[in-house]
């Protein structure tokens, strides 16, 4: 018995990764009735969420249970039934062999029999070519949407650095019908140096003292100092490491969100509402908690940030190497210049020798770790191989980051006002300020306030 595989077109213009193209729609062609392409009685159902780029869950069901549904209602029952939580309540459905730069995806009437927008592909890994079924929710975004949404995260200050990395929850969310502002960087290539201190506690063990090479990737270090405060004096308990890092940093693209588009995501806002209003916890335990969630969810956010791929090379600097951090900083900009131009003569060179067989390494000594934020690059011309894939792009550059909470004002000033009130109540606690000692959180809550209520 031969599978049929199921396709569908439907009359209306598909969207494109442009901003404004369109394309004729192609011809309709017939769609079979009801669930007469699934195989089996039971079926494991994907639901692929468009817009979060991420398969949200996947269900076993009875063909019999859903064969008579629409989409709409089917939604329904996802949302209200099995509690996923999906990006909008709309559906699309794939098209064959699309136009070259046209989406393949196009949205479908909620009205649509459900049997008609399961995708039935074929798992090629298998044998057996089982059958694979997949309701697309949601709309596809256009690159420099989706890009925007992978990285709508908040900055969350790491504790041994005092540096921003990106977090894993989103304190805001975007209008998904604006269009980001894209522009190519200025440079595609830059250097970058830093001295980088470390603090680690006795506790640490002997690999972590050396963490920081292997996790520098994690780090945005071109953050501006004067967002965070200067570090409390060492206790007895820490010690100190201060890097050398010499950063190769391949800007592929800059993109710029409308502050104005920007709201506050509406599960952040319900957790400040349950802790600033809960009258059984002390201002000083809501205050604790207050603190914990911004450190979690990220005290900034940014709207402005370069993408692309950064490469690393750290050197570690003993107490004899102190008076002469700026030397070894510029040896190692060196070596690192030095081994880019081995790597783009090679690529520029009509030989028959591929650049990615260069040696970029050899430069560079036992003590001076390689690491880079793309991912299977071990050296330049790895770097610069994988780096061209979007896939592997991460903000390399903060152009711009603004306070979280500023977002609040919009619509939860009554809400910012009694979290500015609790932070001026006790960040003088010890305890507190223990919990975020790279900012200053007094002044940020003021000039948030002050900003708000400044005359116009």
């Known amino acids: 018995m031969s599978f049929i595989k199921l396709s569908f077109v439907f009359l209306v213009f598909l969207f494109s990764f442009g901003d404004t193209a369109t394309v004729p729609t192609p011809p309709t062609i017939p769609i079979p009735g009801h669930c007469s392409v699934i195989t089996s009685q039971i079926i494991k159902l994907s639901i692929f969420d468009l817009e979060d780029v991420q398969i949200k869950s996947a269900l076993y069901l009875n063909v019999n249970e859903f064969e008579n ?33 046209v989406s393949p995806f196009t949205t479908i009437p909620l009205t649509t029999p459900l049997c008609q927008a399961i995708d039935v592909s074929y798992d090629v890994s298998n044998a057996d070519r089982l059958q694979v079924y997949t309701l697309f929710v949601g709309v596809e975004l256009t690159p420099r949407q989706a890009l925007v949404g992978r990285f709508s995260r908040g900055l969350v200050i790491d504790t041994h650095t005092g540096l921003f990395k990106m977090g894993i929850l989103p304190p805001v969310i975007f209008d998904k019908t604006y269009q980001p502002i894209e522009n ?24 972590s003292q050396n963490g920081f090479s292997a996790e520098i990737s994690e780090f945005i270090i071109s953050v501006k100092a004067e967002y965070s405060k200067e570090k409390s004096s060492t206790l007895k308990s820490s010690m100190k490491t ?29 957790k400040l509402y349950s802790i600033v209003d809960d009258k059984y916890l002390s201002s000083y335990e809501r205050t604790k908690l207050v603190v914990k969630l911004l450190n979690h969810y990220g005290w900034y956010i940014t709207n402005q940030f370069t993408l692309g791929g950064r490469l690393d090379v750290v050197k ?43 040696d ?30 979007k896939e592997n792009w991460r903000i390399i550059a903060l152009d711009n980051i603004v306070p979280t909470c500023k977002f609040l004002l919009r619509n939860h000033s009554g809400l910012f006002n009694k979290i500015r009130q609790l932070i001026i109540s006790n960040v003088h606690h010890q305890s507190i300020s223990k919990l975020q000692p790279h900012i200053n959180m007094l002044q940020y809550v003021n000039n948030i306030w002050d900003e708000y209520v400044q005359p116009f």
Do not use: C, W
């Not at 329904?76 to 064959?96: C, F, G, P």
């Not at 900009?333 to 028959?352: I, M, R």
């Not at 390494?361 to 894939?389: K, L, N, P, Q, W």
């Open 69 to 101: 549904q629409t989409v709409g209602q089917f939604l329904d029952y996802l949302e209200n039934v099995q509690h996923i939580s999906l990006s909008t309540h709309t559906a699309s459905v794939r098209t064959l062999n699309p136009p070259k730069d």
């Open 242 to 270: 201060r890097n050398a890092v010499v950063s190769l940093l391949n800007k592929k693209t800059e993109l710029y969100v409308d502050e104005s588009k920007i709201d506050v995501d509406p599960t952040f806002v319900e």
């Open 360 to 389: 970029t390494t050899s430069h560079f000594s036992s003590d001076e770790r390689i690491t880079s934020t793309v991912d299977r690059a071990s050296d330049i011309a790895s770097f610069m191989e994988h780096v061209g894939i």
């Open 316 to 358: 570690s600097l003993d107490e004899s190497s102190a008076s002469n951090e700026r030397k070894e900083l510029e040896a190692l900009e060196t070596k690192l210049g030095a081994a880019y131009s081995v790597f783009s003569a090679s690529v520029g060179a009509s030989s028959k020798k591929s650049s990615s067989s260069v």
């Open 184 to 207: 190519p960087p200025m440079q595609s290539v830059v250097f970058e140096k830093h001295i980088i201190e470390t603090v680690h506690t006795t506790e640490s063990t002997a690999s």
